[in-house]
């Protein structure tokens, strides 16, 4: 059984930083695309940073502006999530995301490309 688990949530002051982490267990992850999605209360979920297996093809969300990084170590099974200079619109439910249809060298912002989810990990962010 494939299962995603997130940690590295937690609360923070605006500027602050968070590290998010995966680790995917029951299949390897190098061979498949990864990313990270966000949901604020009340709104739907939102993409935020995609890597294929490679460690290359990174995408981001356009209004993250250089603030947040994903990497991956697939030696460790494990996706990260740099996040820096946190802002309060950045609070919500963040989880991790696996696709077996991308491919070594596909990464996508779209939620119906992954085919398995993490039960996410919550940020907060005061101002």
């Known amino acids: 059984q494939v299962q995603l688990v997130e940690s590295g949530g937690g609360s923070v002051q605006t500027g602050g930083s968070l590290r998010l982490s995966c680790v995917v267990s029951g299949r390897t992850s190098s061979d498949a695309g990864m990313g990270w999605f966000r949901q604020a209360p009340g709104k739907e979920r939102e993409f935020v940073a995609a890597?294929?297996?490679?460690?290359?093809?990174?995408k981001y969300a356009d209004y993250l502006k250089g603030r947040f990084t994903i990497s991956r170590d697939n030696a460790k099974n494990t996706v990260y999530l740099q996040m820096n200079r946190l802002k309060p619109e950045d609070t919500g439910d963040y989880y991790c995301?696996?696709?077996?249809?991308?491919?070594?060298?596909?990464?996508?912002?779209?939620?119906?490309?992954?085919?398995?989810w993490g039960q996410g990990t919550q940020v907060t962010v005061s101002s």
């Open positions: 995301a696996l696709s077996s249809r991308l491919g070594i060298f596909g990464s996508s912002r779209l939620l119906d490309d992954y085919n398995y």
């Open positions: 890597i294929a297996a490679t460690g290359l093809n990174i």
